[in-house]
């Protein structure tokens, strides 16, 4: 499961990108109760997402010619090497290695794929400050057209490990940074028209209600919610931006 240890290869961090932050911010406190915490004077752009006084995620500008959505970061304790990885594996540097002040050191990359993911060094801050409860991350999930490839590719960059879980007629890997314990996310094939890239899954105490509610500030619907017997009721949205997002009850 998640958990704030922050092993290598374990997801840390992970932020929105949105053309309004503004509005973006207050669809996400008004679905998950989060508070609003500017940057700063050295990220007056980026805002810290709070509950109960811990950082749950973050948001910031969408890049020029970029799309609104979530990244997802991932621990390394060496991100230029992680970085050499990347390429000798097939991805791509998107963003190269650099000092976030003395918070830690982070890169922007795509696997061979083409789902964008960073890359995490911490300095003074290891990651988020709590996962697993409602309005938290609780689990991470890639969404793309070669599944093997990319279990090949993440497993020689961040050193996971997979368990196939048969879903239906698809094949789900579960991956992990070492054991049945580590078990953070999955990798799924796309279907459809489904946009390639990695999706994160926010605890709900009702997912229902938590879908009533962000259709009612902007959100929409993309899968609506159903129950997988062992995993929870699960259903994916868009903020008002296009950002893509999971909704989870856990069982």
Same mark, same amino acid.
């Not at 609104?68 to 991805?91: E, I, L, R």
């Not at 938290?136 to 368990?163: C, P």
């Not at 959100?219 to 919610?225: D, L, N, Q």
């Given at each position: 499961?998640?958990?704030?240890?922050?092993?290598?290869?374990?997801?840390?961090?992970?932020?929105?990108?949105?053309?309004?932050?503004?509005?973006?911010?207050?669809?996400?406190?008004?679905?998950?109760?989060?508070?609003?915490?500017?940057?700063?004077?050295?990220?007056?752009?980026?805002? !810290?997402?709070?509950?109960?006084?811990?950082? @749950?995620?973050?948001? $910031?500008? *969408?890049? +020029?010619? %970029? /799309?609104?959505? =979530?990244?997802?970061?991932?621990?390394?304790?060496?991100?230029?090497?992680?970085?050499?990885?990347?390429?000798?594996?097939?991805?791509?540097?998107?963003?190269?290695?650099?000092?976030?002040?003395?918070?830690?050191?982070?890169?922007?990359?795509?696997?061979?794929?083409?789902?964008? !993911?960073?890359?995490?060094?911490?300095?003074? @801050?290891?990651?988020? $400050?709590? *996962?697993? +409860?409602? %309005? /938290?991350?609780? =689990?991470?999930?890639?969404?793309?057209?070669?599944?093997?490839?990319?279990?090949?590719?993440?497993?020689?960059?961040?050193?996971?490990?997979?368990?196939?879980?048969?879903?239906?007629?698809?094949?789900?890997?579960?991956?992990?940074?070492?054991?049945?314990?580590?078990?953070?996310?999955?990798?799924?094939?796309?279907?459809?028209?489904?946009?390639?890239?990695?999706?994160?899954?926010?605890?709900?105490?009702?997912?229902?209600?938590?879908?009533?509610?962000?259709?009612?500030?902007?959100?929409?619907?993309?899968?609506?919610?159903?129950?997988?017997?062992?995993?929870?009721?699960?259903?994916?949205?868009?903020?008002?931006?296009?950002?893509?997002?999971?909704?989870?009850?856990?069982?």
């Amino acid at each position: 499961m998640l958990t704030t240890s922050f092993v290598p290869g374990s997801p840390n961090w992970l932020d929105v990108s949105s053309p309004d932050t503004a509005a973006t911010t207050r669809f996400y406190t008004g679905l998950f109760g989060w508070r609003e915490v500017p940057g700063g004077p050295d990220a007056p752009e980026y805002v !810290f997402y709070h509950l109960d006084g811990r950082t @749950v995620a973050a948001g $910031g500008p *969408v890049a +020029e010619g %970029g /799309t609104p959505s =979530w990244t997802m970061y991932f621990t390394t304790s060496d991100v230029d090497a992680s970085a050499k990885a990347v390429t000798q594996a097939g991805g791509a540097i998107l963003t190269e290695p650099y000092d976030v002040l003395t918070a830690g050191r982070m890169g922007l990359f795509a696997d061979p794929g083409g789902a964008p !993911f960073a890359l995490w060094q911490p300095g003074d @801050v290891p990651g988020v $400050g709590v *996962v697993n +409860e409602a %309005g /938290t991350l609780r =689990w991470v999930e890639l969404h793309t057209a070669d599944t093997g490839g990319a279990r090949s590719f993440y497993q020689s960059v961040l050193g996971w490990t997979y368990q196939d879980m048969p879903i239906g007629d698809v094949i789900y890997a579960v991956a992990s940074t070492g054991g049945e314990d580590d078990m953070f996310g999955g990798i799924t094939p796309v279907e459809g028209g489904e946009a390639v890239g990695w999706r994160p899954y926010f605890e709900s105490p009702d997912t229902d209600a938590t879908v009533a509610k962000a259709v009612e500030l902007g959100g929409t619907v993309v899968s609506p919610a159903q129950s997988m017997p062992g995993i929870g009721r699960l259903a994916t949205l868009t903020d008002p931006h296009g950002a893509l997002f999971s909704i989870m009850t856990s069982e």
